[in-house]
């Protein structure tokens, strides 16, 4: 299996507009030995076990539920909305996501490359959390609740991850 990897943002990555003003940003990436669409990633992403937990949750908290079909639609571009996040932007490769508050946001990207003459796709994963102030010497603040979860939320992060590599490796047919 391919190692779950923290970088630096990639320099054509949605997310570093939101880097540049001061926001917290992390990226993970995973290679995945075959051709993977955005569509199929997203698809795969937002219809794992783990996350299907996660939509439940926020389903509860904030009355905005999600289900495959809706994250279908996400995938194949037919919705702007899915639970409590929106379309911010979205290209052919990536797509950043504003949850309703505005304060956060997820991206991901299916970034497709050759490798030694086979299929490769690297699959990218951040989150996006905007500072609740900034000095005038221009150092961010985050809270105590974001410091609390940081650890947490690394974790979660490559779970996410990697539920969907693996959700994407059981699926030799073209996702629909």
């Not at 609390?148 to 959700?167: C, D, E």
Request: net charge positive.
């Amino acid at each position: 299996m391919s190692k779950i990897v923290e970088t630096e943002v990639p320099h054509n990555a949605l997310s570093t507009q939101y880097e540049k003003q001061g926001a917290f940003v992390d990226c993970y990436y995973i290679d995945i030995r075959k051709e993977v669409t955005l569509e199929s990633y997203l698809r795969a992403f937002y219809t794992t076990s783990l996350f299907k937990t996660e939509r439940a949750i926020l389903s509860i908290a904030t009355f905005k539920p999600a289900f495959d079909a809706q994250a279908v639609e996400l995938a194949l571009g037919t919705s702007e909305n899915y639970s409590v996040w929106t379309v911010e932007t979205r290209l052919p490769n990536q797509i950043m996501l504003r949850e309703f508050t505005g304060r956060t946001r997820s991206w991901l990207m299916a970034q497709k490359s050759s490798a030694n003459e086979a299929t490769l796709t690297r699959l990218y994963f951040g989150s996006v959390v905007l500072p609740k102030a900034v000095s005038e010497s221009g150092k961010s603040a985050f809270g105590l609740f974001f410091h609390v979860l940081s650890g947490f939320h690394q974790i979660y992060s490559r779970a996410l991850l990697s539920a969907a590599y693996k959700k994407l490796l059981r699926n030799d047919k073209p996702m629909k």
